[in-house]
C-alpha cells in the first residue's frame, strides 16, 4: 500500500504532459498484453504485435516524455517501435532456454512461423539431437532482430540531450553486440549467454557520442557476419541485413576502431598490469626489509 502511495503521488506531482503519455502508454500495453496471455505467438506478425505491446509502446512512452521535457523532438513512431521491438526480440532470443523450462508452464515467444521450419515442437530445440536444426533457426531469429537496427541508428542520431542519449544508446549496443554473440551459437540452448563483464563495462564507458554509437554497431555486425554460415538457409538474407548495417554506420563518417571481441574481456590486460606492479611492489617491501 505504501508503494502505491508513493507511486500514486509521484504520478499527481508530474505534468500534465507526463500523465497523459505515461496513462496512454499504460493503458495501451495492458490491452495488449491482456490479448496475449491465452494466445501463442504464431505468426510473425504476432511476434511484432507482442513485441510493441510489451516494448515497442515502452518506445513511444520514452519518446513523449522526452518531447515533453523540451529537450527532443517527438521521433517518429516506427522509429520508437523499432527501439523497444530490437531489444525486446534480443532479450526473447537470449532467454530461449529460461522461457522454455519455466515452471509451472513453458513461456513460447518464438513464432511457430519461424521455428515450425526446423522443429515439431518448440521445445525440441533444446535437445542435443537437434542441435543443427536448432542452430538454423537461431539465426533465422537473430536475422529477423536485424531489420530493427537502422531505425535504432537513426532514432539515436536525432537525440540532442546527453542523458537521454546514453540512456538509449547503451542498451541498444548492448543489444547488437548479444546478437553478435548468440547468432550460430548453440551454446543459446545451452545455458545463459551474454556479453562478458569487461566488454560490458566497456561500453558504458565508451558510449558517449553518436560516433561511438556507429563505431559499435558497426563493430558488433562485423563480428556477426564474421560467423556466417554460408550452408545456413538464411545466410544470404544474414548478409544483406548486415551489410545495411554496416553501410549506414559507414556512411557517417563517424567510425572509430574500437576493436571489441567477443570471447574476451578488454579490461584483462589492465588487470595484468596491475597484478605485475602488485607483484613488484611485494618483491621491493621484501628486500627493503632485508
Known sequence: MDNFRQVSTAFLELGEGYQKAIEEITRRMGEGMAKFICTEVETIDDYDEYCHYVAGLVGYGLSRLFHATGT????PDHLSNSMGLFLQKTNIIRDYLEDINEIPRCRMFWPREIWSKY???LEDLKYEENSEKAVQCLNDMVTNALIHAQDCLQYMSALKDNSNFRFCAIP???AIGTCAICYNNVKVFRGVVKMRRG???RVIDETKSISDVYSAFYEFSSL????IDDNDPNAALTRRRVDAIKKTCKSSGLLKRRGYDLEKSMYRMPMLIMIALLLVAIILGVLYGK
Open 72 to 75: 527532443e523532438d517527438l521521433a
Open 119 to 121: 522443429v515439431d515442437k
Open 172 to 174: 541498444q549496443i548492448m
Open 199 to 201: 566488454l560490458t563495462a
Open 224 to 227: 556477426l557476419e564474421s560467423k
